[in-house]
Nanobody
Framework: QVQLVESGGGLVQAGGSLRLSCAAS????????MGWFRQAPGKEREFVAR????????YYADSVKGRFTISRANAKNTVYLQMNSLKPEDTAVYYC????????????????WGQGTQVTVSS
């Protein structure tokens, strides 16, 4: 079992930055592929970024590529999402998710989810 708790969301102006954190329980965090997803009001949840268990492989949605960076600190059981040059269309609830060993960009592949953290970008 893995429990995930996101933090770091908030209100920011367009062009600003936020860093989201996702703290995971359990001793095998370093064996889990981690992903970030988001859900805007009235829309389906969508993939944002994912990172391999070692941190050596990352993948981003086109909409955030070049602006967002996913990273992890296995010693701290934490995955991060650094978000720069934020746009109003980035407004959403952001969720982190975990899958043992390997996962892709589909939310159905992930077994564990956090409760989400709200990010609001004002224009």
């Amino acid at each position: 079992q893995v429990q995930l708790v996101e933090s770091g969301g908030g209100l920011v102006q367009a062009g600003g930055s936020l860093r989201l954190s996702c703290a995971a329980s359990g001793r095998t965090f370093s064996s889990y592929y981690m992903g970030w997803f988001r859900q805007a009001p009235g829309k389906e949840r969508e993939f944002v970024a994912r990172i391999s268990y070692s941190g050596g492989v990352t993948y981003y949605a086109d909409s955030v590529k070049g602006r967002f960076t996913i990273s992890r600190a296995n010693a701290k059981n934490t995955v991060y999402l650094q978000m720069n040059s934020l746009k109003p269309e980035d407004t959403a609830v952001y969720y982190c998710a975990a899958k043992y060993y390997i996962a892709g960009s589909s939310e159905s592949e992930y077994d564990y989810w956090g409760q989400g953290t709200q990010v609001t970008v004002s224009s």
